[in-house]
């Protein structure tokens, strides 16, 4: 599904073909389950007054007028620090961009998508940057968002729900503590030495103040012992990263551009959100990523030190783009190595 068209197939016929409509043809979509999706504002009027109020109406959120011109900040390729040559490159970085048909702005909310600079462990303690989706209020009224309804797709067409209804639990007796870490330093890390279990969830659903901001998710994960490297996840941030099989791989410094169709990589996401608590009438965002630009040079992850540590993998990252610190529009990849 995309936001001009819909692919479906008919109930009673699952493995026939596959029909597509487009959306301006479509009032609605009921489901099984009771619940309404409506996909324009005016034709939800259509939708007769026994199903709305009996049902819960989903409606696809319409792009709100700077919606082209908060995509277009993130759409340019920036300032590379790289030298070109005929040698063949044995590492890639792609810099993503936002598809044509994304929405990122409506009426209500606007997405944001920011640096963030975590610690994980990997054989030994390391830093990267990663990514938040940040959701802001635009309105005088409190938002609510529901994690369980808002998904990211993956290149290979599989799912994650950004909620989970399942509980982490740690049960220790020396000092145990969660942490984070933030593009500007390290952040949380409360401690216990007593004998105790703790659990840890992420809760369903956000609700954000007027005018104010909250993250889809926080990096967040528990140390499981205080003597041995033993940690748990309880929430990520964002990445984006692939694998290129290619018998043609990319010089040092080359860049090559794609399309939105030809790209060797995207995600899709869905997010929903609601001025109502209960949900009775809530709004789908939908917006995709895509690698626009493969870069040949090898971006480097930084090992980890105890002074500085975001610090150091900034300095790192702006050996090739200068100006990623101060321009926090540019959507940088994980970096790969061509297999």
Not at 256 to 283: A, C, H, L, V
Not at 290 to 310: H, M, R
């Amino acid at each position: 599904m995309s936001n001009e068209s819909i692919k479906y197939r008919r109930w009673d016929n699952l493995e026939g073909p596959l029909y597509v409509l487009n959306t301006s043809e479509i009032i609605s979509i009921n489901y099984n389950n009771g619940s309404v999706e409506v996909y324009n504002d005016q034709l939800s009027q259509n939708v007769n007054s026994e199903t709305q109020e009996n049902a819960n109406i989903s409606i696809i959120a319409a792009p709100a007028e700077d919606n082209k011109e908060k995509k277009d900040k993130y759409d340019a390729l920036p300032k590379l620090n790289i030298k070109s040559s005929t040698k063949q490159s044995k590492y890639f970085f792609p810099i993503m961009a936002f598809t044509d048909a994304s929405v990122i702005s409506t009426n209500e909310i606007s997405i944001i998508i920011q640096p963030e600079a975590v610690e994980f462990y990997e054989g030994g303690w390391k830093v990267k940057i990663g990514y938040l989706i940040s959701i802001v209020n635009k309105t005088d009224m409190p938002i609510y968002v529901d994690r369980a309804n808002s998904f990211r797709i993956f290149n290979d067409s599989t799912s994650k729900s950004y909620w989970s209804n399942k509980e982490v639990t740690v049960s220790h007796t020396n000092a145990v503590g969660i942490g984070a870490v933030g593009i500007l330093g390290i952040a949380g890390g409360s401690t216990s030495s007593s004998s105790h279990a703790e659990n840890y969830a992420i809760d369903r659903f956000i609700a954000i103040a007027p005018h104010s901001y909250a993250n889809l998710t926080d990096y967040k994960y528990i140390r499981l012992s205080e003597t041995k490297a033993l940690f748990k996840t309880v929430s990520d941030i964002e990445y984006w990263g692939f694998d290129l099989h290619t018998d043609s791989p990319i010089n040092v410094g080359e860049i090559i551009t794609y399309s939105e169709t030809d790209s060797p990589y995207s995600n899709q996401y869905y997010i929903t959100y609601s001025t109502d608590p209960d949900f009775k009438q809530s709004y789908k965002l939908q917006f995709e990523l895509y690698a626009k630009w493969l870069v040949g040079a090898k971006l480097i992850e930084s090992t980890w030190s105890n002074l500085f540590p975001t610090k150091r993998i900034v300095e790192e990252v702006q050996k090739i783009l200068p100006d990623f610190y101060t321009n926090s529009l540019t959507i940088i990849g994980m970096p790969r190595k061509y297999l």
